[in-house]
């Protein structure tokens, strides 16, 4: 469907994005893009759609308006009722639209229809432009920060009603985000990016497996559980938790033994996004500095 390969983008004398390996974006894979603010995330999806200059390659198959996207920030007239807005972009009827009318109620709509973009509620605006993006019915569809700036509850809700969506559909998904618990029940592959770079690409499952083991138990981060794990092998984890990795069953089973023994809680996890894209990025990090040092030994 789409490669990209020994792709470079500048802002200037920035280098904002450089992707060496090929990276290859299949029918119906469902790809989460993550990284740390500046990592260049959004300026993939931009060079992907043409909206940036880039040395390199990017081939598809797709027309341009078989790309759908749902950009972080969008705007609308704010005098009209959000019902004329959706008839006026898409140059149809509500009434006579059934996918259009379906969308709206999929999404409990209704009620919006009448109101103006600017009496909005975060979320209610965001489902707004992902009704517009979703009736494209496009081979690749690209979400940007879809749920930024939401509550839990309504980011919740919201790509539950996209998975639920998409789940018999062979449609193309990347889908840029910061919280790594919308990604899990959403996506099946993942992409790390970090300062313009790909770190890894792959199945959600193997990266999983590759930067954290079989499975990750998380515990509270404090004295107690600190002096308890300390010989057992821990991996980067947020500076609240202490995250042991579990590489065997039988690992797995003498941790949680110890932690039910101690009547500490714990979280078990084989597809936690947020602690393997620590770990992956650290490994990064870590490879940076051993090829800077041996640099150093050469010269």
């Known amino acids: 469907m789409l490669i ?85 972009v898409l140059n149809t009827s509500i009434k006579k639209n059934k996918k259009l009318h379906e969308l709206i109620k999929f999404f409990d709509f209704e009620e919006c229809l009448n109101k103006k973009y600017s009496s909005l509620s975060g979320g209610q605006k965001q489902r707004l432009t992902i009704i517009l993006v979703l009736i494209q019915d496009s081979p690749l569809v690209f979400f940007d920060e879809v749920t ?5 509850e309504t980011r919740q809700k919201l790509m539950s009603k996209l998975s639920e969506w998409y789940r018999d559909k062979n449609s193309t998904l990347c889908v840029v ?30 990266l999983f497996r590759n930067y954290c083991g079989k499975t990750v138990i998380t515990i509270e981060n404090n004295q107690r559980n600190a002096e308890l794990t300390k010989k057992l092998l821990k991996l980067k984890a947020p500076n609240h938790l202490i995250a042991l990795s579990c590489q065997t069953n039988e690992l797995e089973k003498e941790i949680t033994e110890l932690l039910i023994k101690e009547d500490i809680n714990f979280k078990r996890s084989n597809n936690d996004i947020e602690i393997m894209s620590i770990n992956a990025k650290a490994r990064y990090f870590d490879q940076k500095a051993g090829g800077r040092k041996n640099e150093e030994k050469t010269a």
């Open 4 to 88: 990209i390969n020994n792709v470079q983008v500048k802002y200037g004398s920035q280098l904002a994005l450089s992707i060496n390996e090929p990276i290859a974006f299949k029918a119906g894979d469902r790809i989460g893009i993550i990284g740390s603010n500046g990592a260049g995330k959004s300026t993939l999806v931009k060079t992907i759609l043409g909206l940036t200059n880039y040395q390199g390659s990017i081939i598809t198959d797709l027309k341009p308006e078989e790309i759908a996207v749902h950009m972080q920030h969008n705007h609308y007239a704010n005098t009209m009722a959000v019902k004329h807005i959706m008839e006026t």
């Open 148 to 152: 930024s700036g939401l509550d839990f």
């Open 177 to 206: 985000s910061h919280y790594y618990e919308e990604l899990e029940q959403l996506v099946n592959k993942i992409l790390i990016l970090e300062e313009g770079k790909v770190v890894d690409f792959g199945s959600k499952d193997e």
